[in-house]
């Protein structure tokens, strides 16, 4: 079946990854597969310029910029100035991918802590949302956005309905899920999927990583959420195409598209 008004919100296509066949991809392949939108997420500066080209040049795309936990040590010395500039761009629609992660420890947790709350910031003044990026780190993550009551989108959400419960609690918080839900033994994402408001849900995937089943060891584009689609639909006991529209309202409803 051919699906519409698909939301990717969340995706890296200037990843060297994608070096061959990116063209190919962006200008006939995924249009033709029904994807309306997609977030190109930053993760280090130069990574932030090249998707702000992308979406100069692709009308589907939308781009944000911001510094992720796992590439500070790379950042420039100007790097809130280099974001302002690129939050200039009339494309650029969030401050992200932005976060904790402790998944190889947490030796500099702290400094995490200090990027992440100083991009926040960053976001409120420019009154855009975040795109967040939490790993192995729910403690300081629920701390931080229940005291700065952030908008923006929880990306990947891979945690309990319990603390999915807890963050409901912070107005224009979204929750995304992504190919993780196809997976065997997953659990407690699938059980947040279930108590979730319709109008907070939102689809990705991550491209190219973190591909759906039944293709997990390939490099994933944005045509594969139809397969992370299907799995949240019967999860929420929805039509497919149902569920993408909801998705894809509630992605331009956060992003301001």
């Known amino acids: ?3 519409h008004h698909i939301f990717d919100t969340h995706a890296h296509y200037a990843s060297r990854r994608f070096d061959n066949g990116r063209e190919e ?14 977030m190109l997420a930053g993760i280090e500066i ?5 998707s702000a080209a992308l979406a100069q040049k692709y009308p589907y795309l939308y781009c944000s910029a911001g510094l992720h936990p796992s590439y500070l040590d790379s ?3 100007d790097w809130q100035t280099q974001i302002r500039t690129l939050a200039q761009f009339h494309k650029c629609k969030a401050i992200g991918e932005i976060g904790l992660d402790y998944h190889l420890g947490k030796e500099n947790a702290p400094l995490q802590k200090e990027i992440l709350i100083r991009q926040i910031q960053l976001a409120k003044e420019l009154d855009l949302p975040c795109i967040f990026h939490f790993r192995d ?5 629920v701390q931080i956005l229940k005291q700065y009551q952030p908008r923006g989108v929880l990306h990947c959400f891979n945690g309990s309905a319990e603390t999915a419960k807890e963050l409901l ?3 224009d918080l979204y929750f995304s899920f992504s190919g993780v839900i196809t997976y ?3 659990r407690k994402p699938l059980e947040a999927l279930k108590i979730l408001p319709q109008d907070r849900i939102l689809i990705e995937t991550d491209a190219p990583y973190l591909t759906p089943e039944p293709f997990r060891n390939r490099r994933c584009d944005s045509s594969m959420i139809i397969l992370t689609a299907e799995k949240a639909a019967k999860i929420r006991n929805l039509p497919t195409q149902d569920f993408i529209t909801i998705c894809c309202e509630n992605a ?3 992003f301001r598209i």
């Open 1 to 3: 079946m051919q699906y």
């Open 25 to 38: 991809l962006l200008s006939r392949i995924l249009p033709d597969a029904g994807i309306q939108y997609i």
């Open 46 to 50: 130069p990574d932030c310029f090249q």
């Open 75 to 77: 950042r420039p010395d």
């Open 137 to 141: 780190a729910t403690g300081d993550a």
């Open 169 to 171: 609690k912070i107005p």
């Open 184 to 186: 065997q033994n997953v």
């Open 252 to 254: 331009c409803r956060i």
